[in-house]
């Protein structure tokens, strides 16, 4: 039996249930590749899930590879898959339901997987499936955003922030977005218009009406977000859903988000990459076997950009 490295928890728990260690390689079956992993992207889920937040909704099995971001190369395929072949570079955001991607070898559905940027290394493609499939499928999808409207992104620095500033500015969009203020500058150069320091000003009290707000927090910053929407607008948020009784009563809309994996729209935002429309910051590259230090990083809620696993 082929084994290879990989990170894995046995239970649900703080940080110390994350597990080094050799497991079994997997093998790809219909309709799927093997993908040998180069890096694997941090995200919160990554986290929440091990602290057993998701549980009641995705029924995890023990031993659970956490990470569902991903960039590599395909070492095998699984019988009936055609567009892909042996070699090709490819990213994805893979089934969070399954097996993830801090490993030296993935399994993953063909229909989930995109060839990776070619003017990136792994790393930085890593770092770009899930928060850039959310904030696509947020502001184009949910929001339906178009040219010369106005959005309030929360959290502009943060992995879905940095990317959603941009895919906004590349839209035409006017873009407002909060961040402390030693982020100002990182967010202008992405092309904000207007930055909000919620350390020290209300956001609601500098921000004139948006069509749209993403709402990458939750809590006391979606309730205050209703405020600033022109009547008719959306408040999107990917952490709770937003009550739409509360939308009726300020007479806009509102939605939750929560991401699925899509290989057409990771081409676009491959595409944008490549015409150096669209940049993955990482702020912060570990070894896989840094998985622990990574996501307590991670939990901090402060990173700048990514944080990246380095397996190869
Ligand atoms: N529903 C979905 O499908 C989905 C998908 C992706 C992510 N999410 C969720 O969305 C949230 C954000 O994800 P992420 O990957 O972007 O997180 P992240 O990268 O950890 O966000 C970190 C950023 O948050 C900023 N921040 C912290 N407190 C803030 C505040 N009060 N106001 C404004 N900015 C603040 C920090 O900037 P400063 O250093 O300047 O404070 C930092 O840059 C997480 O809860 C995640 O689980 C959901």
Not at 123 to 135: E, F, N, R, S, V
Not at 196 to 218: C, H, Q, S, W
Not at 281 to 286: A, D, G, K, N, P
């Amino acid at each position: 039996m082929k084994t290879m490295k990989s990170v894995c928890i046995y239970s649900y728990g703080d940080p110390s249930v994350l597990k080094y260690q050799d497991a079994p390689q997997p093998h790809p079956r219909e309709g799927e590749v093997l993908v040998r992993v180069h890096a694997a992207g941090i995200n919160p889920v990554d986290w929440k899930i091990r602290e057993g937040h998701l549980k009641e909704m995705l029924h995890h099995t023990f031993p659970l590879v956490l990470g569902w971001d991903v960039s590599g190369v395909v070492e095998a395929l699984g019988s009936g898959v055609s567009r892909l072949k042996l070699g090709d570079e490819v990213f994805s955001r893979p089934d969070i339901s399954r097996d993830g991607a801090y490993a030296e070898f993935i399994v993953i559905k063909e229909s989930e997987v995109a060839l990776k940027p070619t003017t990136i290394d792994h790393i930085h493609a890593a770092a770009l499936p899930l928060a850039g499939l959310t904030a696509w499928q947020t502001l184009f999808d949910a929001g339906g955003l178009v040219t010369g409207q106005r959005v309030l992104i929360h959290a502009g620095a943060g992995g879905v922030g940095h990317l959603a500033v941009q895919l906004a500015k590349w839209k035409g969009a006017e873009v407002i977005t909060t961040a402390s203020a030693h982020n100002h500058d990182f967010l202008r150069k992405l092309g904000a218009d207007q930055i909000v320091d919620y350390k020290t000003v209300r956001f609601e009290e500098a921000v004139k009406p948006v069509d749209i707000v993403l709402d990458t927090m939750g809590g006391d910053i979606q309730e205050r977000s209703w405020k600033v929407l022109k009547p008719g607008g959306i408040l999107i948020s990917i952490v709770s859903p937003p009550p739409s009784e509360i939308a009726a009563k300020h007479g806009v809309r509102q939605a939750f988000v929560f991401i699925q994996p899509n290989a057409a729209q990771l081409a676009e935002i491959a595409k944008l990459v490549d015409t150096e429309k669209l940049k993955a910051i990482v702020e912060t590259v570990l070894p896989l076997s840094d998985a622990t230090r990574a996501q307590e990083l991670s939990e901090r809620g402060h990173t700048r950009g990514k944080i990246v696993l380095r397996v190869i």
